[in-house]
């Protein structure tokens, strides 16, 4: 049973017990266009919360992800740095960004479902 | 209420309603406000204009005629030479040159395009200069010409392998046209002035037309179905692969001609044992740099890697020395290259092709190499 949770700079997390998955939101990747480069944590690196955790670019622009929660990285999706233009296709499907154990779950209190986000992003 | 009271006192070209019926996505540029990218995006934009034709609205840049009170152009191209580095007497009827306006340091105040109508000159310089370079004209010129700013005029640039059969069914004479030919011509029955020319790196033409007719043009040409519209992004991505310089980032007050490897746009008569050497701003510096050099110099970049490296990231000479020594100045993605370009400057004694160099991205040294300029061969139809 996963429960998807939405952060305000539009990255989204689908919390399975004390892992999360994290990328980016549908609305965040209309916003940048198309996407050319993606770099991931690597696996290991502890990540603070709101720390930037990977970049994505566009033709135009770069762009910070950051952690949504305090962990520890267990894995970062290949696929996607060798296929950036998967955020565009399947933002929050295949095109996931990393995967991160949550290290106090006390931290997930302050982030939005999926209608407060809808609300957030109108 | 505050974003929309900025979004009222931007400036709208007489092709605003066309960009936003069309789903652009509109930005303030240059006090502007313009199209970044339409629903399309700038990825498919980019690669359209590259094989097939893209329109673009550049009535936001300034359009001055240069009418000689004498009557003669010879002395409006005479007087213009006061202020650039360029041989403006030798643009012959017809034609059409690059050239900058220099400051008294040698550096570029604004760069643009003079053509020869005959009996005047037609500039066009950037948007976000155009109100300094006409008061530089009036405060120069205006003993010798009037100063006339056609700001009736919007400017839309068709750019693109299929451009030239695109516009031959409105203008017939288009496709007799040489790269850099320029001048009033009849596109749709209209009073058109048409240049060969652009800021893609691809053949293509750039078209003068009279404002309350501009939007029946555009989507006269967006008919076919060989054009897209084209935003400002990837009007970016396509003069970068092109290594065409973006005034206020590339070239500025602070870089000379020679600086800015635009050598070929001064021609010989201007600089030392020239018939007409010097007379403009900054001659002393630009013709020193000429003569003995200048110590750095703008280079194309290629990286090795997928991550971009963007405006501002500092270049250093190995993976760990301390001291930067140049500066990116434009760089980003390239959807024809697939692959990141950038350019830069350099010291001189760096600036050799192939030359390994390191930029700063995110805290990491990411390597890189000095490479030819354009990065995508031009199509220019000479």
């Known amino acids: 049973m996963t429960t998807t949770l939405y952060t305000s700079d539009h990255e989204w997390l689908a919390i399975d017990g004390d892992v999360a998955t994290v990328g980016i939101t549908d609305y965040a990747q209309s916003q940048l266009g198309d996407v050319v480069f993606v770099e991931l944590p690597k696996v290991g690196r502890t990540l603070k919360k709101t720390e930037a955790a990977a970049v994505v670019e566009s033709v135009k622009a770069a762009s910070d992800v950051y952690a949504p ?40 209190g302050g982030l939005m479902d999926e209608a407060a986000y809808k609300a957030h992003t109108a | 209420m505050l ?26 540029f240059a006090g502007y406000d313009m199209p970044v990218q339409y629903p399309a995006g700038v990825l498919k934009e980019h690669l359209h204009t590259r094989g097939q034709a893209g329109l673009f609205d550049v009535s936001h840049m300034g359009q001055i005629a240069l009418r000689p009170k004498s009557g003669k152009v010879e002395d409006a191209a005479r007087a213009l030479e006061r202020l650039v580095p360029q041989d403006i007497v030798a643009i012959a ?47 120069n010129l205006s003993d010798d010409c009037i100063i006339d700013s056609l700001a009736d005029r919007a400017l839309i640039a068709l750019q693109g392998p299929k451009a030239e059969s695109v516009l031959a069914k409105l203008c017939a004479e288009a496709p007799a ?11 749709a029955g209209l009073d058109c002035f048409v240049s060969r020319s652009g800021y893609t790196g691809e053949d293509g033409f750039e078209i003068s037309v009279p404002a309350g007719d501009a939007e029946r043009l555009a989507r006269t040409l967006l008919e076919n179905p060989d054009v897209m519209p084209i935003g400002l992004g990837a009007r970016d991505s396509l003069r970068l692969e092109g290594g065409l310089c973006l005034y206020g980032h590339d070239i500025d007050t602070e870089t000379t001609p020679v600086e800015a490897a635009l050598e070929w746009s001064v021609q010989k008569s201007r600089r030392t044992g020239g018939a007409r050497a010097g007379g403009f701003p900054g001659a002393e510096k630009i013709l020193a740099h000429f003569d003995h050099g200048a110590s750095r110099r703008r280079v194309g970049l290629r990286t090795e890697g997928r991550a971009p490296v963007r405006e501002g990231a500092l270049l250093f000479a190995d993976a760990t ?62």
Request: proline fraction near 6%.
């Open chain 2, 3 to 28: 974003a929309r009271d900025d979004q009222d006192s931007l400036k709208k070209t007489p092709l605003h309603g066309l960009h936003v019926s069309l789903g652009g996505k509109m930005v303030p």
């Open chain 1, 69 to 108: 929660v305090t962990g520890e990285v267990l894995e970062n999706n290949a696929a996607l740095a060798a296929e950036p233009a998967l955020v565009n296709s399947d933002a929050q499907g295949a095109a996931w960004f990393f995967k991160i154990k949550i290290a106090d779950k006390s931290e997930l």
């Open chain 2, 93 to 139: 009827p017809g034609r059409q040159r690059y050239a900058q306006f220099t400051n008294a340091d040698g550096g570029i105040l604004d760069d643009l395009m003079v053509a020869n109508f005959g009996d005047h000159l037609f500039l066009v310089v950037n948007a976000a200069c155009k109100a300094e370079d006409e008061a530089h004209l009036r405060a």
């Open chain 2, 321 to 382: 020395s301390g001291e930067p020594i140049g500066k990116v100045t434009s760089g980003g993605f390239g959807p024809s290259l697939n692959a990141p370009v950038a350019m830069g400057y350099v010291p001189t004694a760096s600036s050799a092709i192939d030359t390994k160099l390191f930029a700063e991205v995110r805290g990491q040294r990411l390597p890189l190499t000095v490479a030819a300029m354009p990065f995508v061969k031009n199509t220019y139809k000479r």
């Open chain 2, 177 to 187: 046209m040489k790269f850099m030919d320029a001048g009033p011509h009849k596109v």
